[in-house]
């Protein structure tokens, strides 16, 4: 995959910001698609979640998640700082709002790898959030990722692979879809959702455009 480092933007047109919401079943690989797709858009920004879910190995608080206690999770829904949250086997899950709109006001786009329940609650709050679906290329793969990975009981797999199904189901409230059967393809496919989205009329700053275009002398003498 080709990346750069400068500017992704339209050229360097001045566009409006925007949030990408990356759902999939648990094992789907999300973290190692995002991750191949972030050195190549500097503009694309990571929303660390809120859980109350114990760390896992490597894990680092502020990094992957912001680790929290039940008690420090119902304060933040007290005092409205998610702009989305859900429970996913047992445990809560949440996106604090200030980060989000701080950046998609920078004129930045804002990632994030949240569940079904969540993008919904973004959807009906941001409807032009785009909302990007990440598939195992089989159940049986996904099984075997989830067991591979080491960190979760039987009983918590079976859930996972249970909830899963469910998942899918939901793939029709989804802008676009993604089957990771080659992190390569599946980042790359990512990067180019995220460039398209960028390329819309509807995040140009069409002042700053109708300034840039007035016209002047020397576009006139150059022109005669």
């Known amino acids: 995959m080709k990346g750069t ?6 050229g ?5 910001g925007f949030l990408i919401v990356l759902s999939g079943p648990s094992g789907a690989g999300k973290n190692s698609v995002m991750n191949a797709v972030f050195p190549t858009i500097p503009n694309l920004k990571y929303s660390v979640s809120v ?9 680092v608080h502020a990094v992957h998640y912001f680790f929290c206690s039940e008690e420090e999770f119902d304060q933040m829904l007290k005092d409205d700082l998610l ?30 790898d949240i569940d079904i329940q ?15 679906f990440l598939l195992p290329p089989t159940p049986e793969e996904l099984s075997k990722r989830l067991r591979l990975r080491g960190s979760d009981s039987e009983e918590v797999i079976r859930r996972r692979l249970a909830k899963s199904r469910e998942e899918v189901k939901h ?17 790359e496919q ?33 022109e005669s």
């Open 190 to 222: 990512l990067r180019q959702i995220i460039l398209s989205e960028w390329c819309r009329v509807s995040r140009i700053d069409l002042d700053y455009l109708q300034q840039l275009w007035k016209g002047g002398s020397d576009l006139e003498a150059n």
């Open 83 to 112: 702009l989305e949250s859900a429970t996913f086997v047992g445990y809560r899950y949440g996106t604090p709002k200030k980060f989000v709109y701080e950046q998609i006001e920078a004129g930045n786009a804002v990632i994030m």
């Open 51 to 59: 859980t109350t879910r114990p760390p896992r190995a490597g894990e």
């Open 118 to 132: 969540g993008a919904a609650q973004i959807k009906a709050k941001m409807p032009e959030a785009v909302l990007v």
């Open 171 to 187: 793939i029709v409230d989804y802008d676009y879809f993604i089957i990771n059967d080659d992190l390569n393809r599946a980042a």
């Open 12 to 16: 360097g047109l001045k566009t409006k």
């Open 5 to 10: 480092q400068k500017d992704m933007r339209s």
